[in-house]
């Protein structure tokens, strides 16, 4: 079983930066892919990025790439999601999430474990 945390978010102008932490409980951690999501008022949950076990493979959605890049230390067991020149679009709460398999995954169905979520605020 793996528990998961996020931390990190928060109220930024746009043009800003953030850095989404996620720190994982359980054995498991090293050999499952991650990713983050996040889901607006109103909205499905969207998938915004995930990353292999390993660390060597990574994808993004549309929307985010080259704004965004996710990122593992496995001796903390974290995640992490960094957020540069962010727009008020990308307002919503984050969420990290975990899967039981090494390979990334763009499908929250496909992920077993799920954090809190996390509010991120970008003003205009």
């Known amino acids: 079983q793996v528990q998961l945390v996020e931390s990190g978010g928060g109220l930024v102008q746009a043009g800003g930066s953030l850095r989404l932490s996620c720190a994982a409980s359980g054995r498991t951690f090293r050999w499952s892919a991650m990713g983050w999501f996040r889901q607006a008022p109103g909205k499905e949950r969207e998938f915004v990025a995930t990353l292999s076990a390993s660390g060597g493979t990574t994808a993004y959605a549309d929307s985010v790439k080259g704004r965004f890049t996710i990122s593992r230390d496995n001796a903390k067991n974290t995640v992490y999601l960094q957020m540069n020149s962010l727009k008020p679009e990308d307002t919503a709460v984050y969420y990290c999430?975990?899967?039981?398999?090494?390979?990334?995954?763009?499908?929250?169905?496909?992920?077993?474990?799920w954090g809190q979520g996390t509010q991120v605020t970008v003003s205009s």
């Open positions: 999430a975990g899967r039981s398999s090494s390979t990334v995954a763009a499908n929250k169905e496909e992920y077993s474990y």
